[in-house]
Every structure is written in structure tokens, then in C-alpha cells.
């Protein structure tokens, strides 16, 4: 069972269905069949209390055999919140229940836990809808009551075409030792599954009145926004309420409706916390696409304006598919991928570059970063801004993925990155090698093995990966583009504590220490005239 965002299981393709989100889920050839399981999250009801203003900021996750199948919309400061949201999800047995799990959203710190429950799929009649009641419980305090869940559940068995899909596909992916593909394409059900459905543009222009919170009058103000898991970060305008800040950004829209993004100013403090200056929200589906709003955006729980430009457009630029849907390998499609960058298309669409396929074929001799001396290794693909996810073979130091990734090129100087990750379920993943690869130094259609390196690409860690990498572009659009200042990247990293850094700055600061403490033994010991030419020699000086 996979969710969204990140394609799982080397051996069995996912098959989606679309509806609010797109949610995954594998057959197995000796299972009796593959269900639907179609949810409505109604409402919550006397949910907990978890910040100061004695409300919350709910949000609901659904979890299947531990993997996150669902979340829903935040809804702010309230305790009996109302949802109306509807998932599908295709499940493969009905063994592992439904988990259901509450928290309290809160930006730039670790949402708060507000309860959860179990909801057993065996007791589920076939074909009938069903309203449930779901009373939330915090495992370490079995006796608070923590409110409940409305749900309505509607469970059916999918056999025959779905099952019949999903076997052909995991046929597909039985490679010949050159990587033949059968007469059955992908197109025949899902022909390329992009990740995003569109961009949402964003240019923070500035802000207006902001609220004062340095004792000198003025602030230090920054912008931090969040759409899902992404998180942007403006940069700080020192000593003002009025900053300009003329920065822009893009967020991937991963859902048709759009989603609401949270927006929050704070004001920069050396040595302590930031101030909370003020809140707002952009709710995209109110939004018109392929048109540039100019939005003036009052700042609740605090003072002030901020000005932004929004635009919404579809994306076709950035995709992920396998190993049996190669654009360059078929003569008409690589046709159409030459003709767009010919050097007759020189003023159309000057942003558009160049064209990147990257195949990520295997990796070998991968780093143990599990206790049983295996790792659940992933890929990231990134391109500037565009990140690209490959799914998770667990337990395997020699994965192979076999997928292709096709990106957008705006700049022919970008780097490609290409980060290899174990997956953890309940933490974030571990870092287990990386690589730096220009685009200009790419040779096309050669398939390479690339030595892993540490996360400053200073030295090797363990371990090899195998890409094959093919750039497409328009020479003449690719240097008038040199002539733009680099596209800033604006994904903001996860801080984690490194465990090797602690060490190495608990050492320094042992030395520093040592040095003072020989250094007072030293001086200690002229005046005991230990060795009365040393001390006699300190008084003369």
C-alpha cells in the first residue's frame, strides 16, 4: 500500500484511481481479490484542546499496513471541525484495519497528537454503505476522552479488470538482459503519471504596516509558507515594516481542487525565538488557472498587509513513468522532443530550455542503515525546484527502481542531483549517498555507474548508482538564458540533528576546556614554586 506522493514496490506497479487524491494499491496472484474502499470524512466532534487559545488546528491521516493512504485539509481553531472530504483507496486484502489518526497543526513545529482509532475492515459489509462513529484514544492515557470521528464507509470488491491490469503490468516488468519490453505499453492504462497536476507561481512582492516587535519600533520580518509537506522561506529584510521583498517561488499542485496555503510573518530574533508577527491563507480553488492574481492578503492575530502574485497553470513538464514508456525510443515522440527545440523555435517560449530524461536503473553496494543490515532505499531526483520521487525496495542494499524522469529544463548550467535515502517510518529518512551531475557534461544515451558521495559531494560514501541520462536543447535559447540570473532554489531542507557534528563540536569544546584547565595548573603552579626557576622566572616577567 502506497501513499501519493512516492511510487512503492519494486515488484508490483501501482494501479491509481483517481477521485480526491490519488491513493495505490498492488494485487497478489494468490490473494482472492483487490477491494475499493470509498471514505467520506464527515466531522469530528469535543476533539481535544492542544494550543493555548483552548482550540485546535485538526487534520486527519488514514493509514493502511503502516503506510499514509490519506490527509485531510486543516481546518483552523476548532473543536468540532467539519470535513465533507471524500478518498478512495484500492486495497489488496482486508487483514490490516484502517488507522485513523488525529493531529493539531502547528507551522514550523511538531504537530500535536490529538488521538486515534482503528477501524477493522473485516467487519465491513460488501456493497452497502455504512456510517461510523470512531471514538479517538491516546494510547498512553487509555482513560481521556479525546472526542470522535464520523465517517462513511462504502466497501467494495474489485475483480476481473483492475486484477487483470495489474498482472500485466507486473509481467511487464520481467527485464530480458537488455531491458526489452513486452508488446503491452503503459499507455494502455495510465500513460504517464505525472506527479502534480499543475504550478502555483508565487511572487511575494511585500508588505504594508507590519506589526512592530523589536524594542527599537521595527521588526526584522520573513515570510514562511506551507502547501502539504512543501515549505518555502523568503529571506529576512533587516529593521522594517514595509519590506519588499520581490521573491518568486513555485509550489506543485498535487491535487485537481488546488489546496489552501498557509501563510505566516515572523520577525527575526538572534540568540531566542522569532516572533509571531501575523497569519493568512491563499485558497487556491477560488483562484482562476492560467491567469495572475494580484492578491492583498490582511494578516489575522497580528497587524499589516502582504501583497502577492499568484498564478496557477497546468503542468505537462515534469513526469515520472517506467522503464516501458521511453519518449526518446519512441521515433515519433522523440520527433516532436526535436522539433520543439530546433533552432527554427528560437523565440517560442524562451524559458523553455531544453528537455532531461533520467533513467535510474539500479544502485549497488548501498550503505547498511537498519539494524538487521539491510536498508529500505528510495531515490530523489531534483532539478532546481522539480523533485521527482522513485518507490521504496525494502531491505536491499542492491535496489533496482527502473523508472524514468522527465524534466522541464529552464537553465542548461543546472546541476542535476540524484540522492539516495532509507526510508523510516516514523522518522525522517537517512541520508545514504548522493551525486552532482551538470548538464552540459552529460554524454546522451550512455548508461554510467556513479559513485555515491557524502552531502557535501566532498568525498565517497558507500556504494554505486546506475543512471542513463539523455539532455535535449536549444542551443541559441539555452545562452540567451545564461544571460538571467540563476533560478534560486527555494526548498527549504529539514534541520536534523547530526549525530557526527554533536560529536565532533563535543571534542572541540573538550580540547578548549583542557587547554584552560592546564593553563590554571600551570599558573597554579608558580605560585607553589613547584619549580623555582619557572616560578622565579613568572615574577621577574
Known sequence: MLDSCKLKSACNLPLTYNKKINTFGTSNADDPGMYQLDITLRRGQSLAARDRGGTSDPYVKFKIGGKEVF?????????????????????????????????????????????????????????RP??????????????HDLGIILLSVVLTPKEGAHRDVTMLMRKSWKRSSKFQTQSLRLS?????????????????????????????????????????????????????????????????LYEERGGIIDITAWDRDAGKRDDFIGRCQVDLSALSREQTHKLELQ????????????????????????????????????EEILKRYSPLRIFHNLKDVGFL??????????????????????????????????????????????????????????????????????????????????????????????????????????????LEIDVIFNAVKASLRTLIPKEQKYIEEENRLSKQL?????????????????????VNSCFDWDSPSRSLAAFVV
Open 71 to 127: 490527509r485531510s485539509k486543516i481546518i483552523y481553531k476548532n473543536l468540532n471541525p467539519v470535513w465533507e472530504e471524500k478518498a478512495c483507496i484500492l486495497v489488496d486484502h482486508l487483514r490490516e484495519p484502517l488507522y485513523v489518526k488525529v493531529f493539531d497543526y502547528d507551522f514550523g513545529l511538531q504537530d500535536d497528537f490529538m488521538g486515534s482509532a482503528f477501524l477493522e475492515l473485516t467487519q465491513l459489509e460488501l456493497n
Open 130 to 143: 455504512t456510517d461510523v462513529t470512531l471514538t479517538l484514544k491516546d494510547p498512553h492515557y487509555p482513560d
Open 188 to 252: 494502455d492504462v495510465h500513460r504517464k503519471s505525472h506527479l502534480w497536476r499543475g504550478i502555483v507561481s508565487i511572487t511575494l512582492i511585500e508588505g504594508r504596516d507590519l506589526k512592530a516587535m523589536d524594542s527599537n519600533g521595527l521588526s526584522d520580518p520573513y515570510v514562511k509558507f506551507r502547501l502539504g509537506h512543501q515549505k518555502y522561506k523568503s529571506k529576512i529584510m533587516p529593521k522594517t515594516l514595509n519590506p519588499q521583498w520581490r521573491e518568486q517561488f513555485d509550489f506543485h
Open 299 to 334: 494578516l489575522q492575530e497580528g497587524e499589516g498587509q502582504l501583497v502577492l502574485l499568484v498564478t496557477l497553470t497546468a503542468s505537462a513538464t515534469v513526469s515520472i513513468s517506467d522503464l516501458s514508456v521511453n519518449s526518446l525510443e519512441d521515433q515519433k515522440e522523440r
Open 357 to 466: 530524461q533520467v533513467k535510474v536503473i539500479r544502485a549497488e553496494g548501498l550503505m547498511a542503515a537498519d539494524v538487521t543490515g539491510k536498508s529500505d532505499p528510495f531515490c530523489v531526483v531534483e532539478l532546481n525546484n522539480d523533485r521527482l520521487l522513485t518507490h521504496t525496495v525494502y531491505k536491499n542494499l542492491n535496489p533496482e527502481w527502473n523508472k524514468i524522469f522527465t524534466f522541464n529544463i529552464k537553465d542548461i548550467h543546472s546541476v542535476l542531483e540524484v540522492t539516495v535515502y532509507d526510508e523510516d517510518r516514523d522518522r525522517s529518512a537517512d541520508f545514504l549517498g548522493k551525486v552532482a551531475i551538470p548538464l552540459l557534461s552529460i554524454q546522451n544515451g550512455e548508461q554510467k555507474a556513479y559513485v555515491l558521495k557524502n552531502k557535501q559531494l566532498t568525498g565517497p560514501t558507500k556504494g554505486v548508482i546506475y
Open 502 to 522: 554533536l560529536l565532533r563540536n563535543f571534542i572541540r569544546t573538550k580540547r578548549c576546556v583542557m587547554v584552560l584547565v592546564n593553563a590554571a595548573y600551570y
